[in-house]
T-cell receptor
Framework: DGGITQSPKYLFRKEGQNVTLSCEQN?????MYWYRQDPGQGLRLIYY???????QKGDIAEGYSVSREKKESFPLTVTSAQKNPTAFYLC?????????????FGDGTRLSIL | GQQLNQSPQSMFIQEGEDVSMNCTSS?????WLWYKQDPGEGPVLLIA?????ELTSNGRLTAQFGITRKDSFLNISASIPSDVGIYFC????????????FGKGTKLTVNP
């Protein structure tokens, strides 16, 4: 099946700990994105990557880091510097080969603090 | 970052009723997208719009790209219980690069 796979579905973080959320896609999409969703809010962009080995900060990048070593993978690390990490994290990807193709989303990872 | 003005925030309707929701922006957009999100899941794309005035249907759903390019509308006809969820609009500003701007969502409840 083609799609975007996020893992794990649920993740718990202890104080002072870094955690990494996985996002893998087999759609051959160039662009990948990470969003944060809080209750009653729209999606806010954390980081995005338009091509392998390149990424840009979104609107709320502080306390997060990413890498894009492979086209199909865009992991997000929530560092201890992120003081309010409890949220639902969504990964998306898009085909940049055709103009204005929409983003498609994975099923999310819910991160909670222990 | 900017967010779109999406309304209403929530709707409680009876099965069989029609539903309308909209999004507005102070900026001009070249793309409007409508997504539906079920609890604990990722948003699923419903309709994509690329041209001012464009009207596109997907089953019982119809969406329009406003003539001013600053708004979009989503209508659901003859609602059914599985229409329950949160509906998000999203748009790409002219000259706005890769970034999508999202509304805060409309939570739809359908009473059988």
């Amino acid at each position: 099946d083609g799609g975007i796979t996020q893992s794990p579905k649920y993740l718990f973080r202890k104080e002072g700990q870094n955690v990494t959320l996985s996002c893998e896609q087999n759609l051959n999409h160039d662009a990948m994105y990470w969003y944060r969703q809080d209750p009653g809010q729209g999606l806010r962009l954390i980081y995005y990557s338009q091509i392998v080995n390149d990424f840009q900060k979104g609107d709320i990048a502080e306390g997060y880091s990413v890498s894009r070593e492979k086209k199909e993978s865009f992991p997000l690390t929530v560092t201890s510097a992120q003081k309010n990490p409890t949220a639902f994290y969504l990964c998306a990807s898009r085909d940049r080969g055709e103009r204005n193709q929409p983003q498609h989303f994975g099923d999310g990872t819910r991160l909670s603090i222990l | 970052g900017q967010q779109l003005n999406q309304s209403p925030q929530s709707m409680f309707i009876q099965e069989g009723e029609d539903v309308s929701m909209n999004c507005t922006s102070s900026s001009i957009f070249n793309t409007w997208l409508w997504y539906k999100q079920d609890p604990g899941e990722g948003p699923v794309l419903l309709i994509a719009l690329y041209k001012a005035g464009e009207l596109t249907s997907n089953g019982r759903l119809t969406a329009q790209f406003g003539i001013t390019r600053k708004d979009s509308f989503l209508n659901i006809s003859a609602s059914i219980p599985s229409d329950v969820g949160i509906y998000f609009c999203a748009g790409r500003r002219v000259g706005g690069s890769e970034k999508l701007v999202f509304g805060k969502g409309t939570k739809l409840t359908v009473n059988p």
